[in-house]
């Protein structure tokens, strides 16, 4: 397929075959006063180098996680990511790489996303992970899909301290009618098990809990998740994996499906993007899993080589048989995530999230010496919210003094605290807030 412009020729001739005088008629439906009148305020063609510096001077005007100090994570975290995450991702053979589809010349890719998958699985406990999704929104969702179609039922539980972004891709699924979300109120900052459990019965397909949840908080969902087994309905995770180094797993905690955001493993906030969501479960549920697994096989000599298999997805068999449409990964994201995890290690990533929990601790104690309450009096790791009379006024107070603050809540502002903060950064951080007057 061509991207050339069609000559002027042809464009007559395609709009004389159906009937038009010019492109205009193109657009008569739309009305004239929302049609922009004029032409497009485009300045004159540039060189090379007066556009490199253009595109220079614009990107100037965007505020960057290396120029400002960071404390806002609600989903994207500034962690550090080691300079050989993009010096290893910058090789040719997986910068340009698009699909994996033809085995015998895509052996590498592969086997890194071979490898991603065995680390996701190691991380949750879990048996089988996916290539990769989207992101934690629509690993989510397809995980409730999954919990829908595997029980038969259409109720999704879902506590309202889940990230509030999951929870609209959750419900824009279930237009399709296959799902019924129920949002449950959380109590004091974390789940209220006594309504999850009292609305858990045989025609409950899943409860969704988020650990940490959305506000930070660390959830114990001991008794959600006897309920809702008791009822032969499904418990599906939403973790932050970042977590997963000092937390329990989302096995232990007796999950069925495991999804999460891998932005924090070495991928950077990129404005918000491209991230890429993980998606593991149960070996039971493998060949109802969305996306695309990388597995292991050795060829007729018996050498090791890799495959993509178990693609229930639409692009392989009859579409109205799918569990899912999603149609691609985010196998460059997750590779980042896969070198990320090789270069720290096991250890390395409980070190990580225990210095993060550390500062955390830190800079709750600051706060509550200069009177600064937290919002919700729950455990946390590396996030928590504080009780603020004016987060947005504050926010701008913050950024005057090169800080960008936290998510901002309802008479409150989520903060978090990674590796990359340090001690003076956090007392400055509190002395700026601590001047305010907070009730």
Not at 282 to 292: E, Q, S, V, Y
Request: proline share 5%; net charge negative; hydrophobic share 40%.
């Amino acid at each position: 397929m061509r991207f050339t412009p069609n000559p002027k020729p042809v464009v007559e001739e395609m709009l004389k075959s159906i009937g038009l005088n010019k492109i205009d008629d193109l657009f008569v439906d739309i009305p004239n006063d929302v049609k922009l009148n004029r032409d497009l305020n485009i300045p004159d063609e540039m060189s090379e180098l007066e556009l490199t510096n253009h595109l220079k001077k614009l990107a100037s005007k965007n505020l960057t996680t290396d120029q400002h100090v960071c404390f806002m994570g609600a989903g994207a975290y500034d962690h550090y990511i080691p300079p050989a995450v993009d010096q290893m991702l910058l090789r040719s053979e997986f910068y340009t790489a698009y699909t994996p589809y033809q085995p015998e010349i895509s052996q590498g890719v592969l086997q890194a996303i071979f490898e991603y998958q065995t680390m996701i699985c190691n991380l949750t406990g879990m048996d089988v992970s996916n290539a990769s999704m989207y992101d934690g929104g629509s690993a989510l969702a397809e995980a409730c899909m999954v919990a829908s179609d595997s029980t038969r039922r259409k109720k999704i539980l879902v506590p309202d301290s889940i990230h509030p972004e999951y929870l609209k891709t959750i419900q824009t699924y279930a237009i399709s009618g296959k799902m019924e979300v129920v949002v449950v109120p959380s109590k004091d900052g974390i789940t209220d098990s006594e309504a999850i459990i009292s609305m858990t019965d045989k025609s409950v397909a899943c409860v969704v809990i988020q650990q940490p949840n959305f506000l930070g908080n660390i959830e114990d969902i001991t008794n959600i998740e006897k309920a809702i087994h008791e009822n032969k309905g499904l418990l599906v995770m939403a973790v932050d994996p970042f977590s997963l180094g000092v937390l329990k797993s989302p096995r232990e905690w007796g999950a069925d499906i495991v999804v999460g955001e891998g932005q924090p493993f070495g991928n950077s906030l990129s404005f918000g993007g491209p991230h890429l969501g993980f998606f593991a479960a149960d070996k039971k549920f493998m060949r109802k899993i969305p996306g695309r697994i990388a597995g292991q096989t050795q060829d007729p000599e018996g050498n090791r080589g890799f495959v993509l298999t178990l693609q229930a997805r639409e692009q392989h068999i009859r579409r109205e048989k799918a569990g899912s449409n999603i149609c691609s990964n985010q196998a460059l994201n997750a590779l980042a995530a896969n070198i990320y995890l090789s270069l720290i290690g096991k250890e390395g990533l409980k070190q990580l999230a225990l210095r993060s929990h550390q500062l955390a601790i830190y800079a709750k104690e600051q706060f509550e010496k200069v009177g600064i309450k937290l919002k919700y009096n729950q455990p946390f790791l590396r996030e928590f919210a504080i009780s603020v009379n004016s987060p947005t006024e504050l926010n701008k107070k913050l950024l005057a003094s090169g800080i960008i603050g936290g998510y901002e809540l309802d008479g409150g502002m989520l903060l978090a605290f990674t590796e990359k903060r340090t001690k003076e950064e956090i007392d400055k951080l509190v002395s700026l807030i601590g001047g305010e007057n907070h009730g």
